[in-house]
């Protein structure tokens, strides 16, 4: 055990004296409302750690929760479990603001909403969120995801259940988020 903790103790030191690395991550928050129902409150809470492996690329993984919906089933708000790896290409460079695009693939659990009567949801996606990154100084950043362009397939957790694709863009409340990055 003391060896993996030294170990991981080292990699961290390592990472920081590169000053390649950043850690961080974003909240999001919406409201909706369709003609006959409630109003539904969603958020997540998406910490987020990377590596800048040069002046373009990056790489890293967001993990967090969350409240929402999952894709073809709107109005049944349920919390979520939800893992993204990335790849990231900065393609805009200023002195102030840095526009990117993130491509990756991400797995989210939705859970069981009334026990037996709405099971758990399994979710993949893959595809693009583009971004903006406003750079307060040096070290810290504010950054911005909005939408989503790519492929997404949810299926409930029963046996022979088929999953359900959807292909396309989005831009709505649940794909905008807003976060800060500490830049090591």
Known sequence: ????????????????????????????????????????????????????VNEDWAIGTTIGWGKGDPVQY??????????????RYTFVHSKYVNAFVDGGFGYTHYNHAHAAASPSINQWEAGLRPGLAVNLSPKVSFVTHIGFVGWKSAKFDVSGAKAE?????????????????YNF
């Open 74 to 87: 709107e109005g049944e708000s349920r919390n979520y479990f939800k893992i993204a790896p990335y790849a």
């Open 165 to 181: 694709n959807v292909w396309g863009a989005s831009l709505n409340g649940n794909d905008i988020t807003f976060g800060v990055y």
């Open 1 to 52: 055990m003391k060896k993996i903790l030294l170990s991981f103790a080292v990699a961290c030191v390592s990472l920081a004296a590169s000053a390649q690395g950043y850690v961080g991550g974003s909240v999001g928050i919406a409201s909706s409302k369709t003609d006959g129902s409630d109003a539904v409150t969603t958020y997540q809470f998406l910490p987020e750690i990377g590596y800048n």
